[in-house]
């Protein structure tokens, strides 16, 4: 059963508390004499690294960096939540954390992603996946490159890759071992990746990741599989691919953490501050709202003040109002079904109490709980030994206490 969002908590502190987490002060004014597509892009392209996102980023790059066995590593979430940005920030991370090694191979890549598209048919394809795959691998405009792909695919006159259509399956899966083994990256990364569980009928959920866990293995190539919630269903499906992979959570803010909620108030305190427009909006008050039409995903968040910064260009007023979120904001319907699928999720990734106690029974592993009720259960009952009295004392008893009326006689 799906639990219920506890009551959100008040967050009372200053206004400075919050300008304190929110990073440099706001966008350029030059931008206010730019054309409206201009400021869209500032905006679009504006990002807030807030604490949940360096939490999830410095754990994604030690997990890329250092391994330790484990060839796949889950990224999940809520849609929304910010896995795209997550994702540009490991990128750039990663081109300058590798800059030296990049700069003595052309050839090298430190990461390459691919977003694995749901097919029209309703099942994954892993023909096109390999082919995107290969395109994300062989960047075009560099010349003298190690031809990797034999008879699959050929190159145009600007060195992109053009495939055979009779290449198969096969061909193109050797092709893509050989590419990722020759750019030796650091991690191959499939964005949406709850496609994967589309499957043909017949196809088990396990063979379909058992294909990403072998080019893993082949390639000694680290995969990350970044989606929603609904990738929880690779998370268990053998002990070997539990003791291989690694979970990253990136959850939304809640309104029951005070944390969270200064936290979130920060980003939307950010937020305000970019949107370039000539009188700065006054978001903070409309917090809670902003909240609720979110469910806490800043993902969410920044796509809803683009869409109103749009409206608010076009209608060239001078700033962005209340009414402006309203007529943009999500439904109530489409809300509750965000934060149910997120609910489950969380519901599934978090450890009860009850959960550990099951494993420790499978385990034979009696909890402290359970031994000390046990030891107290296997506790003789205490027997009392009736004490000796002397000849003429009376057993004890109660007397009878108060004042006694008699009739007279």
């Not at 980003?267 to 917090?287: A, K």
């Amino acid at each position: 059963m799906v639990r219920r969002e506890s009551r959100p908590i008040e967050y009372t502190g200053r206004v400075g508390d919050i300008l304190s987490m929110a990073g440099p002060v706001g966008f350029p004014r030059e931008l206010l004499t730019q054309p409206a597509e201009d400021r869209l892009a500032y905006f679009n392209n504006h990002t807030v690294a807030h604490p949940l996102l360096k939490e999830v980023d410095q754990a994604l790059m030690r997990a890329i960096l250092q391994p330790t066995g484990a060839s796949l590593i889950f990224v999940f979430g809520p849609t929304g939540v910010g896995k795209t940005t997550l994702l540009l920030h490991i990128q750039k991370r990663l081109a300058e954390a590798l800059q030296q090694d990049e700069s003595e191979d052309r050839g090298y890549i430190p990461l390459a992603s691919v977003e694995a598209v749901a097919s029209d048919s309703g099942s994954f394809s892993w023909k096109e996946h390999y082919q995107r795959a290969l395109q994300a691998l062989s960047e075009p405009l560099i010349k003298n490159k190690l031809d990797y792909v034999a008879r699959s695919a050929k190159r145009n006159r600007n060195g992109q890759l053009i495939f055979n259509a009779k290449a198969n399956t096969s061909e193109l899966r050797l092709a893509l071992e050989g590419a990722l083994r020759h750019r030796r990256l650091k991690a191959f990364i499939i964005d949406e990746a709850q496609h994967l569980t589309r499957m043909a009928s017949g196809r088990r959920l396990q063979d379909q990741l058992d294909c990403v866990k072998s080019l893993a293995n082949l390639t000694g190539t680290v995969h990350v599989l970044v989606g929603t919630y609904e990738l929880l269903a690779f998370r268990n499906l053998s002990g070997q691919l539990s003791r291989r992979s690694a979970d990253i959570h990136l959850r939304r803010y809640r309104a029951d953490s005070a944390a969270d909620v200064k936290a979130f108030q920060s980003v939307l305190w950010d937020f305000q501050r970019h949107l370039p427009l000539l009188q700065e909006p006054e978001l903070l008050p409309h917090w809670r709202y902003c909240y609720e039409r979110t469910i806490g995903c800043v993902g969410v968040l920044k796509t809803w003040l683009l869409q109103s910064l749009t409206e608010v260009l076009e209608t060239e007023a001078p700033t962005l109002t209340l009414h402006h979120l309203e007529k943009q904001a999500l439904s109530i319907s489409r809300c509750v079904s965000m934060l149910t699928e997120a609910l489950q999720g969380e519901e599934a990734l978090s450890e009860r109490r009850e959960s550990r106690e099951n494993l420790q029974q499978l385990l034979g592993i009696e909890a402290p709980v359970q031994l000390a009720a046990k030891s107290k259960a296997q506790q003789p009952p205490c027997s009392q030994k009736p004490i000796p009295h002397r000849v003429g004392q009376r057993h004890p008893s109660r007397d009878p206490i108060g004042t006694h009326f008699h009739a007279a006689p």
